[in-house]
């Protein structure tokens, strides 16, 4: 039986902050692997991101020149010129510039892929065959590599079809079910296909991992962003194959439960989310209506659902009395769930608040990183790092790996 790679020893990431390191730093859950990062704007870079946090050592292998795509793709962008969607799924990583088409760069892509415990790529399905890095050479050359390829629509009848998440959103349903009743199909307002893939990529290399570990042997994991996406509709794809009837948009309100919406309050929108009828019936007395829980229309949740309409007016016509805010804390006293619609800055305030220390510096005047939302007691995350500047270690890697295999990586400087 074939024995998985002895993992190398690594230096911790700096994660920038002028502080030195600890005589003994905690061990970290993926300490030891190496993660060849050949993906390209999101869904990948930021599944490997993921694994930085976790402690595993991450390279990511751009373009010469031009760098990955996100590098460009602003504003807004730093004082430094830094493009803030590129900072925001390549933290923690290693840069190196590789051309894929000049034979000494594909040799030292193909060594990197020997050394690697997983490789990550969105390249078009087959076009990485012409350099050697296809995942069956891939796996002849590194047996226990775990080999994560993510594409838009699958290596099948979609292998040709380009995966964006904008064009996924609309044509794997989502947007059909986002927006206002009777209104324009909308997408999410983030590139939601994209995170959700990445998340799936991140299990599937973690399982794959555990299963290197029983056996010594690597696998392909093969994620695509339709199949994700159709994943995380959950409730609305099993009521589509339940009914055989498609959802449509319904704004913020939820097609299984009521009040799950927003409501009109005095100077805003308050989120209300009574997700049994013991929260409906501590909202109504919060409200002074303690009746309204007895009414037939309203006792039960599928009797709201049924009578939405009266529902929402007779809770609005007792909300307009305060505020979202006050109105919060009031709902909060009785464990209704609710809150004010707020922006991005009030909410990481409210993540401040609240001790979640949503924001973590990573120092030299870089954007700071969003804290991974991952909390383990053993093995701690890793401190961010900031993204590396474009081939901002490649000359020390490109020494390392044409060097002997069972050299650690250099330090970083």
């Known amino acids: 039986m074939p024995q998985p790679p002895q993992p190398q020893p690594l230096p911790p990431a700096d994660a920038g902050t002028g502080h030195a390191a600890p005589a003994a730093p905690p061990a970290r859950a993926l300490e030891g692997i190496l993660v060849a990062d050949f993906s390209r704007v999101l869904a990948g870079p ?90 069956a050479r891939t796996r002849a050359a590194n047996p226990g590599l775990v080999h994560c390829t993510i594409t838009g629509f699958g290596s099948g009848e979609g292998a040709h079809l380009p995966g964006y998440d904008f064009v996924v959103q609309a044509v794997g349903g989502l947007m059909s ?24 990529a991140t299990t599937g290399i973690l399982a794959a991992l555990r299963h290197r570990d029983r056996t010594g042997e690597g696998q392909l994991v093969e994620v695509n962003l339709l199949s994700s996406l159709l994943g995380s509709l959950v409730n609305q794809t099993s009521g589509y194959l339940a009914t055989g009837r498609d959802p449509g948009p319904m704004g913020n309100r939820h097609p299984s439960i009521a009040p799950y919406e927003t409501l009109a309050c005095r100077g805003g929108l308050l989120a209300v989310a009574a997700g049994n009828d013991r929260q409906f019936r501590a909202l109504v007395t919060a409200l002074g209506s303690p009746e309204l829980a007895d009414d037939l229309r309203f006792a039960r949740n599928q009797d709201r659902v ?108």
């Open 46 to 135: 930021l599944a490997a991101a993921t694994l930085a946090d976790l402690g595993a050592e991450v390279i990511k292998v751009e373009r010469p020149g031009t760098g990955d795509d996100t590098r460009a793709w602003g504003p807004p962008f730093a004082a430094d010129g830094t493009a803030a969607y590129f900072d925001a799924a390549n933290r923690s990583k290693r840069g190196l510039t590789l051309d894929l088409g000049d034979p000494d760069d594909a040799a030292a892509a193909r060594e990197l892929a020997r050394r690697a415990d997983v490789l990550i790529e969105n390249f078009r399905p087959g076009s990485l065959a012409k350099y050697g890095l296809d995942h």
């Open 306 to 413: 049924q009578h939405r309409t009266d529902l929402i007016n007779a809770l609005e016509d007792r909300l307009v009395a305060d505020t979202p805010q006050g109105w919060t804390e009031r709902l909060a006293a009785v464990s209704v769930p609710c809150g004010p619609v707020n922006t991005l800055s009030e909410a990481l305030e409210l993540a401040e608040r609240l001790g979640l220390d949503p924001v973590t510096p990573v120092g030299d005047g870089r954007i700071p990183q969003v804290t991974s939302p991952l909390r383990l007691s053993g093995t701690p995350v890793a401190q961010p790092a900031a993204p590396p500047r474009l081939d901002e270690h490649g000359a020390p890697l490109r020494t390392w790996l044409s060097g002997p295999r069972d050299h650690p990586l250099p330090p970083r400087v």
């Open 177 to 200: 079910i986002t927006g206002e009743p009777g209104g324009t199909p909308l997408k999410a307002g983030v590139a939601l296909v994209d995170v959700l893939t990445a998340k799936d």
